[in-house]
């Protein structure tokens, strides 16, 4: 499992409780410490041609193209996964050209900005930008 912030630390503990051989790498140094003693840990990414890549958060899409170009099976990241997760717009967008209904959204530059709109009262006449 290669992790940003170890979001999906719990999900390789179960798969090492359901018998699986599951190794992680935490980008955030932050980070590294949770789950200690608790999953095998590797400062670099080891690339072998038996394991299978799980990407757990955004940051990882290059890595993962990478790995998938080579041949390795890949799962929770691509250059377009990420595109769609920092670009809420874009992705709603798709999303409802697809048919797919979508929440209603505003865009923020800036925090006060947002922040003065839920105070307002005004959340409840919120469009889906075009």
Same mark, same amino acid.
């Given at each position: ?6 979001? /999906?630390?719990?999900? @390789?503990? +179960? *798969?090492?409780?359901? &018998? #699986?051989? %599951? ?36 940051? /990882?899409?290059?890595? @993962?193209? +990478? *790995?998938?170009?080579? &041949? #390795?099976? %890949? ?48 959340? #409840? ?6």
């Amino acid at each position: 499992m290669i992790s940003s912030d170890g979001d /999906g630390l719990g999900i @390789a503990r +179960r *798969l090492v409780d359901e &018998g #699986h051989d %599951v190794t992680v790498q935490i980008k955030n140094p932050k980070a590294r410490r949770d789950y200690d003693g608790l999953l095998k840990k590797a400062d670099k990414l080891v690339v072998d041609k038996d394991s299978l890549y799980l990407f757990d958060s955004t940051g /990882g899409g290059k890595t @993962a193209e +990478r *790995l998938k170009g080579q &041949g #390795h099976p %890949v799962l929770g990241a691509s250059i377009f996964a990420q595109q769609l997760e920092m670009d809420r717009h874009l992705a709603l967008e798709l999303m409802a050209d697809a048919g797919i209904q979508v929440p209603p959204s505003k865009h923020f530059t800036d925090y006060d900005s947002g922040r003065q709109y839920v105070d307002d009262g005004r959340t #409840h006449v919120l469009q889906v930008r075009r």
